[in-house]
C-alpha cells in the first residue's frame, strides 16, 4: 500500500488483453488504465478488469492529462508506468532508432511516463533488442530516459517465464528505471529449474522445478467430449483433481502471494475452449508424431508432457495476412490445443477469458507477457512501498458480449474508426482443418 492507504497506481501501455495488468494486480498494485488501440483487445481487458478503465486510444493520441481525465486516477500519483512498446525500426550510420517513424511507439512510451511523472516504469520487449543494432536503439531508449530524469538499471536482463513458475520457455527483455530521487528496483531472481534443455543458468539445490506441461493440463476436460464446443466457446463440464501448478488457477487453493482482487466465476464452467476440427488424416499424423517433435506436414510442434512448452506466438496481425501462428499439438489428444490450454501453459487463472475466436483469442495470449513473469518483476517494483493486503470481495466481470464483439461494433463500443485496425486478410492463411 502507498503511504495515503491504497494501492500504489499503475498504468499499462499496449496493454492487450491484460498479461502485464494481471501480473501486476496480483504483485498488489491497483492498475487504474489500460491503454490499447485493438477496439477488441480493449473489449477483451475491460470484462476481465472491471474497475480499471479501458483506453482504447493509440499512446500517440493522448498525453498524461488524457490518461488522468479518463480515469479515476484524477490528481493522484501515478507509480508505475508498464508495457511493451513494438519496435521494427534499427539504428543506421549517423541516424538515431528514435528518427524512424516504426519506432515512434516506444517513443510515445517514454513521453507518458514523463508527463504521468510515473516513479517508476518497466519497459518489456523482445529479446533481439539486446543483441546486433538493436542494441543500440536499447542504448537510445535508457539515454533518452536519462534526459528526462530517469535513472535505469543498465545491466538489464532477459528474462524466462520458465524460471518463475511457468511451463513455457519464453524469454523476454526487461528494462526497470525509477524517477531521480526513488530506489531503483532489482530485478527478480529464478525461482524454477526449467528442464535442461531450456535452462539458460546454472541449477541451485534452491529452485523449484518449473512445472511441466502436464501438470498444467491434467485436469482439463477434454475439449473432444462436447459437442457444444464446435459452435461456442464453453461449456458445462467435470473437471479432475488439479494438480500443485493448476490449483491456484482455478481456484481451488489460495496463492499467498497472489494479491489481485479475486473475482465471481463458475468454476464448473470450461470457457475459451472452442475446438478445431481436423481431418482424419491430419488426426493420424498428429497421434504418430512423437512427443516433444515436430509433426512433418503441418510443422506443428507436440507437446512433451513431461517437458515445457515451447513460446506460444501470435501470429501476423490483420494488416500483414492475418497468419495463424502454428499452434501445439496436445500431448495425447489428436487435436491443437484450445486457447483455454494455452492460457494454462501462460500462466492466466481460468476466470480469465479471451475473445470467443480461436484466432483473436490466440493472438491476446500469444502476445501478452505471462502473468507470473510480469508478476515477478511488479514484486521489485512493489518493494519500493509497504505491503499490500489480500482483498476479500470478490469483483463481477464485465458483460460477456464484450467477449463476441467484431471489430466493428468493438470500435462503436469505444467510439472510434471501424478501420482503425485495418481488416483482417486472409489470402494465404494456414487452414487448421487441414493441420
Known amino acids: 500500500m502507498s503511504a495515503n492507504g491504497r494501492r500504489p497506481i499503475g498504468v499499462d501501455l499496449f496493454a492487450g488483453a491484460g498479461g502485464m495488468s494481471l501480473g501486476f494486480e496480483q504483485a498488489g498494485f491497483e492498475v487504474a488504465a489500460a491503454v490499447e488501440y485493438d477496439p477488441i483487445h480493449s473489449a477483451t481487458h475491460e470484462f476481465n478488469f472491471p474497475h480499471c478503465a479501458a483506453i482504447c486510444r493509440s499512446v500517440a493520441d493522448v498525453d498524461g492529462k488524457y490518461i488522468r481525465a479518463h480515469s479515476r486516477i484524477g490528481d493522484r500519483a501515478v507509480d508505475v508506468v508498464f508495457g511493451g512498446a513494438p519496435c521494427q525500426g534499427f539504428s543506421m550510420i549517423g541516424k538515431r532508432a528514435f528518427d524512424d517513424p516504426r519506432n515512434s511507439l516506444v517513443y510515445h ?8 511523472k510515473a516513479s517508476y516504469f518497466v519497459f518489456e520487449n523482445v529479446r533481439g533488442l539486446t543483441v546486433g543494432a538493436h542494441k543500440k536503439f536499447l542504448e537510445e531508449i535508457i539515454g533518452e530516459f536519462g534526459k528526462n530524469g530517469y535513472r535505469v538499471l543498465e545491466d538489464y536482463r532477459v528474462l524466462n517465464a520458465a524460471h ?27 525461482t524454477h529449474e526449467a528442464p535442461k534443455k531450456e535452462n539458460g543458468h546454472a541449477g541451485s539445490l534452491f529452485l523449484r522445478p518449473t512445472p511441466t506441461v502436464w501438470d498444467a493440463l491434467r485436469d482439463l476436460p477434454e475439449a473432444d467430449d462436447y459437442e457444444e464446443l464446435l459452435h461456442r466457446d464453453w461449456v458445462k463440464a467435470k473437471f479432475k483433481r488439479s494438480t500443485g501448478y493448476s490449483a491456484p488457477l482455478r481456484g481451488d487453493a489460495d496463492d499467498p502471494e497472489d494479491f489481485s482482487e479475486p473475482r465471481e466465476f463458475d468454476g464448473s464452467l470450461l470457457t475459451s475452449s472452442l475446438r478445431t476440427v481436423h481431418t482424419d488424416l491430419s488426426k493420424r499424423r498428429f497421434l504418430a508424431t512423437r512427443p516433444g517433435d515436430t509433426e512433418p506436414v503441418s510443422r506443428f510442434h507436440k507437446l512433451d508432457p513431461k517437458g515445457i512448452c515451447n513460446t506460444i506466438r501470435a501470429g501476423t496481425a490483420s494488416d500483414h495476412g492475418a497468419f495463424t501462428s502454428p499452434r501445439p499439438i496436445h500431448p495425447y489428444s489428436a487435436r491443437c490445443i484450445t486457447v ?21 483469442g490466440f493472438r491476446q495470449i500469444g502476445n501478452s ?7 515477478a518483476v ?6 519500493a512501498f509497504s505491503t499490500p493486503k489480500k482483498s476479500e470481495r470478490p469483483i463481477v466481470q464485465g458483460n460477456d458480449h464484450l467477449l463476441s464483439l467484431d471489430m466493428s461494433a468493438a470500435a462503436a463500443h469505444y467510439g472510434v474508426p471501424s478501420n482503425v485496425v485495418p481488416k483482417r486478410i486472409r489470402i494465404g492463411q494456414r487452414s487448421e482443418a487441414n493441420g
Open 378 to 383: 511488479a514484486s521489485k517494483v512493489r518493494e
Open 340 to 360: 483455454r490450454e494455452a492460457a494454462r501453459l501462460h500462466s492466466y487463472p481460468d476466470w480469465f477469458r479471451f475473445h470467443v475466436t480461436k484466432w483473436h
Open 109 to 116: 512510451f517514454v513521453r507518458l511516463v514523463v508527463e504521468l
Open 164 to 190: 518463475h513458475g511457468v511451463p513455457q520457455n519464453r524469454q523476454r527483455l526487461f528494462l526497470l528505471g525509477a524517477r531521480k530521487g526513488f530506489p531503483l528496483p532489482e530485478y527478480p531472481e529464478a
Open 369 to 375: 507477457v505471462p502473468p507470473l513473469l510480469a508478476r
